[in-house]
């Protein structure tokens, strides 16, 4: 089955500056990479997603970069603020609509951004 | 307002007991996945359903089962709580025919 290793598992900035997290994954079928955020006491939300025929994405100071030949994606965010603080998930299917599958996650990052 | 929502939001009980948490939602969704979220954060799933009358086990092992009777419900139920089964529940759906996954809020469940 599908595994996706995610790094750092802990990252420390300050406000202002960039954060970048990064995961990989083994299935060179997956075509699906959502990225989720998770706030203290809150659920996880989805905050961008891309499809294997995209390169890179972006929403605002949010962007995520996908390699499918190296098997790997990468979520980037930048001016950091500290309301950014939370953990991120990173996660891989072989869904494309309709189809029967599963989210597979990474471990999670806690991304702390100090004032 | 179309959500996901899971009850109890907290629970704390005694070993032995019998428990069913439940979660509902609102948006039409045909598939429903159940996580078990570590204090360590990472997210296992342990249960999910492509529709009515079909649920799969998942990729962690629990000794909990569930069922689908109804496209809105999707109840976990443990028969007898253990203090290893203290943990955070997640509820999850999402529409067929897209990819986006939604979580209900979660049940933080504490076994004495």
């Known amino acids: 089955g599908e595994n996706v290793e995610q790094h750092p598992s802990t990252l420390s900035v300050q406000e202002g500056d960039s954060a970048v997290i990064k995961c990989t994954y083994s299935d060179s079928a997956s075509n699906y990479f959502p990225w989720y955020k998770q706030e203290l006491g809150k659920r996880p939300q989805l905050i961008i997603d891309?499809?294997?025929?995209?390169g890179e994405k972006k929403d605002q100071r949010i962007a995520v970069t996908l390699n499918k030949t190296a098997k790997h994606f990468s979520l980037h965010i930048t001016e950091t603020q500290p309301e950014d603080s939370a953990v991120y998930f990173c996660a891989a299917s072989k869904g494309s609509g309709g189809s029967n599958y599963k989210l597979t996650f990474g471990k999670g990052t806690l991304l702390t951004v100090n004032p | 307002e179309a959500d996901i929502y899971q009850t109890p939001r907290y629970l704390v009980i005694g070993t032995g007991k019998k428990i069913t948490l439940e979660c509902s939602q609102t948006m039409g969704h045909d598939k429903m996945y159940w996580y078990q979220q570590d204090p360590g954060m990472e997210l296992h799933l342990i249960h999910y359903?492509?529709?009515?009358?079909?649920?799969e086990k998942g990729d962690l092992s629990s000794e909990s089962t569930v069922s689908r009777i109804r496209t809105e419900h999707f109840p976990l139920t443990l028969e007898s709580a253990r203090p290893s089964h203290t943990s955070q529940y997640l509820c999850?759906?999402?529409?067929?025919?897209?990819?986006?996954?939604?979580f209900g809020p979660g049940t933080r469940l504490t076994v004495l």
């Open positions: 359903s492509y529709g009515v009358n079909s649920t």
């Open positions: 891309i499809r294997s025929n995209v």
């Open positions: 999850a759906s999402r529409l067929a025919v897209t990819d986006t996954q939604y």
